[in-house]
């Protein structure tokens, strides 16, 4: 019988302290505002007959890396349809609603996502996660779901399946 399990990691460093603002519609956002994201990730794999998946330290290594390149900047939603972003010297014209926000390009990262909300941010991390990973072959993974919290009791989550994965539902 096919045995499957789901490590659950959820590490206390496993998070990205940013700034952000979330931003609602055409005329209305929030001011520039942080939070310290808190990252957590499930993935569902078989476990072998030497009663282990995988070793867990490849998916802890790569939250873990992915936090870092977010953590302590400014974070930007590059196709959010109501911001343009200008670039001129060495900071980036952040124009909405009429009004238009200067910000250090050190400081700052453009993400490819659409709004700096908890479900942007944990498919963004979600892509990353399935994108470089060529263990999801190897190890046979089933699914991996990815939850992105701005603080306790809230958070959103972003789900990847393989095409295999109905043989174990
Ligand atoms: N669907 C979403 N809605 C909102 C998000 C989000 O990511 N997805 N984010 C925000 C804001 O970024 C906000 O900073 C967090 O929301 P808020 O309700 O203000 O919660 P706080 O962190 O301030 O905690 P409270 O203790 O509840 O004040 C808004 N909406």
Known sequence: MNRVTTIELSKEYMKF?????????????????????????EITLPVGSNGMCCNYRVYKQKLDGLCRELDEYLLIPARSPHLT??????YYWVRFNGEEMPFLKADTQLLPICNTTVEDFSN?????????????????????????????????????RSGSAESWT
């Open 85 to 90: 972003v200008r670039e001129e010297g060495d």
């Open 17 to 41: 302290s940013a700034a952000h603002f979330t931003i609602f519609s055409a005329v209305e956002r929030e001011r520039l505002h942080g939070h310290n994201f808190q990252v957590s990730a």
């Open 124 to 160: 963004f991390l979600l892509q990353k996660l399935v994108g470089s990973s060529e263990e999801l072959q190897e190890y046979g993974v089933y699914q991996i779901v990815v939850r992105v919290s701005s603080g306790p009791g809230q958070s959103g989550s972003s789900q990847w």
